[in-house]
Protein backbone atom coordinates (compact mmCIF):
# COMPACT_ATOMS: atom_id res chain seq x y z
CA UNK A 1 0.00 0.00 0.00
CA UNK A 2 1.12 4.11 -0.63
CA UNK A 3 1.47 3.90 3.40
CA UNK A 4 3.68 1.11 3.35
CA UNK A 5 5.75 2.70 0.47
CA UNK A 6 6.05 6.05 2.05
CA UNK A 7 7.24 3.89 5.56
CA UNK A 8 10.22 2.26 3.89
CA UNK A 9 10.88 5.57 1.99
CA UNK A 10 11.55 6.75 5.12
CA UNK A 11 13.22 4.09 6.71
CA UNK A 12 15.89 4.43 3.67
CA UNK A 13 16.08 7.42 4.03
CA UNK A 14 16.99 7.65 7.99
CA UNK A 15 19.57 4.41 7.57
CA UNK A 16 20.96 7.29 5.31
CA UNK A 17 20.82 10.13 7.79
CA UNK A 18 22.15 7.71 10.36
CA UNK A 19 25.12 6.36 8.81
CA UNK A 20 25.87 10.02 8.16
CA UNK A 21 24.92 11.29 10.80
CA UNK A 22 26.89 8.87 13.10
CA UNK A 23 30.17 9.90 11.66
CA UNK A 24 29.70 13.64 11.66
CA UNK A 25 28.36 14.15 14.50
CA UNK A 26 30.04 11.49 16.98
CA UNK A 27 33.66 13.27 16.30
CA UNK A 28 32.16 16.85 17.27
CA UNK A 29 30.89 15.49 20.28
CA UNK A 30 33.87 13.73 21.60
CA UNK A 31 36.13 16.86 21.07
CA UNK A 32 33.06 18.68 22.83
CA UNK A 33 33.68 16.44 26.02
CA UNK A 34 37.07 16.61 25.98
CA UNK A 35 37.04 20.55 26.30
CA UNK A 36 34.23 20.24 28.54
CA UNK A 37 36.14 18.22 30.98
CA UNK A 38 39.42 20.49 30.86
CA UNK A 39 37.00 23.84 31.57
CA UNK A 40 35.68 21.47 34.26
CA UNK A 41 38.85 21.09 35.94
CA UNK A 42 39.82 24.77 35.62
CA UNK A 43 36.80 26.49 36.38
CA UNK A 44 34.60 26.78 40.15
CA UNK A 45 32.24 23.63 40.35
CA UNK A 46 28.78 25.21 38.20
CA UNK A 47 25.50 23.06 37.50
CA UNK A 48 25.97 24.42 34.02
CA UNK A 49 28.33 21.41 33.33
CA UNK A 50 25.89 18.94 34.55
CA UNK A 51 23.45 19.81 32.54
CA UNK A 52 25.71 19.71 29.14
CA UNK A 53 26.71 16.59 30.13
CA UNK A 54 23.56 15.25 30.47
CA UNK A 55 22.55 16.53 27.54
CA UNK A 56 25.70 15.51 25.48
CA UNK A 57 25.20 12.11 26.91
CA UNK A 58 21.39 12.05 25.20
CA UNK A 59 22.76 12.65 22.04
CA UNK A 60 24.95 9.73 22.29
CA UNK A 61 22.45 7.56 23.18
CA UNK A 62 20.12 8.40 20.47
CA UNK A 63 23.31 8.27 17.78
CA UNK A 64 23.95 4.50 19.67
CA UNK A 65 19.96 4.09 19.02
CA UNK A 66 20.63 4.97 15.42
CA UNK A 67 23.61 2.87 14.94
CA UNK A 68 21.61 -0.55 14.38
CA UNK A 69 19.75 1.43 11.38
CA UNK A 70 22.98 2.87 9.95
CA UNK A 71 24.10 -0.64 9.43
CA UNK A 72 21.00 -3.33 8.08
CA UNK A 73 23.13 -5.69 6.24
CA UNK A 74 26.11 -5.72 9.00
CA UNK A 75 24.25 -8.75 10.41
CA UNK A 76 26.54 -11.84 11.98
CA UNK A 77 24.57 -14.51 11.92
CA UNK A 78 25.51 -17.45 14.55
CA UNK A 79 23.70 -20.59 16.24
CA UNK A 80 22.48 -19.14 19.41
CA UNK A 81 20.56 -21.14 22.10
CA UNK A 82 17.45 -18.51 22.80
CA UNK A 83 16.62 -19.18 26.64
CA UNK A 84 20.54 -18.44 26.92
CA UNK A 85 20.12 -15.24 25.11
CA UNK A 86 17.09 -14.17 27.07
CA UNK A 87 18.47 -14.99 30.34
CA UNK A 88 21.09 -12.36 29.82
CA UNK A 89 18.28 -10.01 28.81
CA UNK A 90 16.47 -10.87 31.87
CA UNK A 91 19.60 -10.43 34.06
CA UNK A 92 20.15 -7.06 32.17
CA UNK A 93 16.53 -6.03 32.78
CA UNK A 94 15.77 -7.49 36.16
CA UNK A 95 17.17 -4.34 38.12
CA UNK A 96 15.25 -1.66 36.10
CA UNK A 97 12.46 -4.04 36.38
CA UNK A 98 12.60 -4.32 40.27
CA UNK A 99 13.13 -0.55 40.67
CA UNK A 100 9.90 0.02 38.90
CA UNK A 101 8.22 -2.14 40.54
CA UNK A 102 7.74 -4.59 37.56
CA UNK A 103 7.84 -8.58 37.94
CA UNK A 104 8.77 -10.16 35.17
CA UNK A 105 8.37 -13.64 33.80
CA UNK A 106 9.32 -15.95 31.61
CA UNK A 107 7.66 -19.19 30.46
CA UNK A 108 9.20 -21.59 27.61
CA UNK A 109 6.94 -24.46 25.67
CA UNK A 110 10.21 -26.41 24.67
CA UNK A 111 13.38 -27.37 26.37
CA UNK A 112 15.57 -25.49 24.01
CA UNK A 113 15.57 -23.43 20.59
CA UNK A 114 18.07 -22.44 18.39
CA UNK A 115 17.69 -19.38 16.73
CA UNK A 116 20.56 -18.44 13.55
CA UNK A 117 20.52 -14.45 14.60
CA UNK A 118 23.14 -11.87 15.63
CA UNK A 119 22.67 -12.84 19.40
CA UNK A 120 23.46 -8.86 20.52
CA UNK A 121 20.61 -7.35 18.31
CA UNK A 122 17.86 -9.93 19.16
CA UNK A 123 19.24 -8.98 22.72
CA UNK A 124 18.13 -5.25 21.34
CA UNK A 125 14.54 -6.11 20.28
CA UNK A 126 13.76 -7.74 23.54
CA UNK A 127 15.47 -4.88 25.66
CA UNK A 128 13.21 -2.41 23.49
CA UNK A 129 10.13 -4.19 23.71
CA UNK A 130 10.61 -4.79 27.55
CA UNK A 131 11.52 -1.23 28.11
CA UNK A 132 8.23 -0.01 26.32
CA UNK A 133 7.00 -2.39 28.46
CA UNK A 134 8.09 -1.08 31.77
CA UNK A 135 7.12 2.52 30.72
CA UNK A 136 3.70 1.88 30.42
CA UNK A 137 3.35 0.80 34.11
CA UNK A 138 4.22 3.96 35.73
CA UNK A 139 2.53 2.09 38.48
CA UNK A 140 4.19 -1.06 38.04
CA UNK A 141 3.12 -4.55 36.61
CA UNK A 142 3.48 -7.70 35.24
CA UNK A 143 4.99 -8.50 32.16
CA UNK A 144 5.87 -12.20 30.97
CA UNK A 145 7.82 -13.35 28.38
CA UNK A 146 6.03 -16.11 26.59
CA UNK A 147 8.06 -18.48 24.51
CA UNK A 148 6.25 -20.99 22.36
CA UNK A 149 7.02 -23.28 19.10
CA UNK A 150 5.14 -22.00 16.13
CA UNK A 151 4.95 -23.82 13.60
CA UNK A 152 8.34 -26.60 13.29
CA UNK A 153 10.91 -24.05 11.97
CA UNK A 154 9.49 -21.41 13.82
CA UNK A 155 9.36 -19.83 17.34
CA UNK A 156 6.79 -17.84 18.74
CA UNK A 157 7.22 -15.26 21.72
CA UNK A 158 4.75 -13.05 23.11
CA UNK A 159 5.84 -10.14 25.68
CA UNK A 160 2.34 -8.93 27.78
CA UNK A 161 2.07 -5.92 29.98
CA UNK A 162 -0.75 -4.92 32.32
CA UNK A 163 0.19 -1.21 30.97
CA UNK A 164 -1.81 1.49 29.84
CA UNK A 165 -2.07 0.28 26.42
CA UNK A 166 -2.71 1.89 23.44
CA UNK A 167 -5.74 3.21 21.36
CA UNK A 168 -5.96 2.91 17.74
CA UNK A 169 -4.49 5.64 16.86
CA UNK A 170 -1.04 5.11 18.34
CA UNK A 171 -1.38 1.79 17.59
CA UNK A 172 -1.21 2.73 13.47
CA UNK A 173 1.55 4.93 13.82
CA UNK A 174 4.00 2.60 16.10
CA UNK A 175 7.33 1.60 14.77
CA UNK A 176 7.07 4.83 12.58
CA UNK A 177 10.33 6.77 12.44
CA UNK A 178 10.43 9.30 15.35
CA UNK A 179 6.97 8.64 16.43
CA UNK A 180 6.81 8.62 20.48
CA UNK A 181 4.49 9.92 22.92
CA UNK A 182 7.04 10.01 25.78
CA UNK A 183 8.60 13.42 26.84
CA UNK A 184 12.33 12.07 26.35
CA UNK A 185 11.50 9.19 24.05
CA UNK A 186 13.51 8.65 21.11
CA UNK A 187 10.49 6.89 19.01
CA UNK A 188 13.54 4.87 17.37
CA UNK A 189 13.16 1.43 19.68
CA UNK A 190 10.37 -0.18 17.96
CA UNK A 191 11.86 0.73 14.01
CA UNK A 192 15.09 -0.60 15.14
CA UNK A 193 13.28 -3.72 16.11
CA UNK A 194 11.12 -3.70 13.39
CA UNK A 195 13.94 -3.59 11.15
CA UNK A 196 16.52 -6.38 12.92
CA UNK A 197 13.41 -8.75 13.15
CA UNK A 198 12.99 -7.96 9.04
CA UNK A 199 16.78 -8.96 8.55
CA UNK A 200 16.21 -11.89 10.37
CA UNK A 201 13.70 -13.08 8.31
CA UNK A 202 11.00 -13.10 11.07
CA UNK A 203 7.89 -10.88 11.87
CA UNK A 204 5.75 -9.19 14.51
CA UNK A 205 2.48 -7.18 15.32
CA UNK A 206 0.75 -5.30 18.39
CA UNK A 207 -2.26 -6.28 20.15
CA UNK A 208 -3.64 -3.67 22.70
CA UNK A 209 -6.30 -2.05 24.76
CA UNK A 210 -6.90 -0.24 28.19
CA UNK A 211 -5.86 -3.65 29.50
CA UNK A 212 -2.58 -4.15 28.66
CA UNK A 213 0.04 -4.59 25.34
CA UNK A 214 0.86 -7.72 23.75
CA UNK A 215 4.00 -7.95 20.98
CA UNK A 216 4.01 -10.97 19.42
CA UNK A 217 7.42 -11.66 17.50
CA UNK A 218 7.72 -14.59 14.99
CA UNK A 219 11.29 -15.67 14.30
CA UNK A 220 12.20 -18.98 12.15
CA UNK A 221 14.33 -21.61 13.93
CA UNK A 222 17.41 -23.79 12.76
CA UNK A 223 16.59 -26.56 15.90
CA UNK A 224 14.23 -27.30 18.48
CA UNK A 225 14.09 -29.92 21.16
CA UNK A 226 10.41 -30.14 22.56
CA UNK A 227 9.53 -30.63 26.64
CA UNK A 228 10.42 -34.09 28.06
CA UNK A 229 7.23 -34.50 30.04
P1 LIG B 1 9.89 5.49 22.55
O1 LIG B 1 9.84 4.36 23.54
O2 LIG B 1 11.22 6.18 22.55
O3 LIG B 1 8.73 6.43 22.66
P2 LIG B 1 9.28 3.40 20.67
O4 LIG B 1 9.48 3.27 19.19
O5 LIG B 1 9.89 2.36 21.52
O6 LIG B 1 9.77 4.85 21.07
O7 LIG B 1 7.72 3.43 20.97
C1 LIG B 1 6.88 4.34 20.26
C2 LIG B 1 5.60 4.63 21.01
O8 LIG B 1 4.76 3.49 21.02
C3 LIG B 1 5.78 4.97 22.49
O9 LIG B 1 6.06 6.35 22.67
C4 LIG B 1 4.43 4.59 23.07
O10 LIG B 1 3.47 5.61 22.88
C5 LIG B 1 4.00 3.43 22.21
N1 LIG B 1 4.25 2.11 22.86
C6 LIG B 1 5.20 1.21 22.52
N2 LIG B 1 5.12 0.10 23.28
C7 LIG B 1 4.10 0.29 24.13
C8 LIG B 1 3.51 -0.51 25.19
N3 LIG B 1 3.99 -1.72 25.52
N4 LIG B 1 2.45 0.03 25.86
C9 LIG B 1 1.97 1.25 25.55
N5 LIG B 1 2.47 2.03 24.57
C10 LIG B 1 3.53 1.58 23.87
MG1 LIG C 1 10.91 2.59 23.43
Avoid at 48 to 77: C, G, M
Avoid at 85 to 111: C, H, P, R, T, W
Avoid at 114 to 141: H, R, S, T, W, Y
Avoid at 196 to 206: A, E, Q, R, V
Amino acid sequence: TREHLIDSEKLSVASQLAAGIHHEVRNPLTTIKGFLRLMEAELPYSDYFKIIEDEVQRIEFVLSELLVLAKPHNVKLKHENLRLLLDDVKAMFNAQASSNNVQIEFIYDFDNVILKCDKNQIKQVFINFLKNAVEAMPDGGMVTVECQPYTDKKVKMLIKDTGTGMPQKILKKIGQPFFTTKESGTGLGVMLSKQIIKNHNGSFNYWSDSNGTIVEIILPISLISLKME
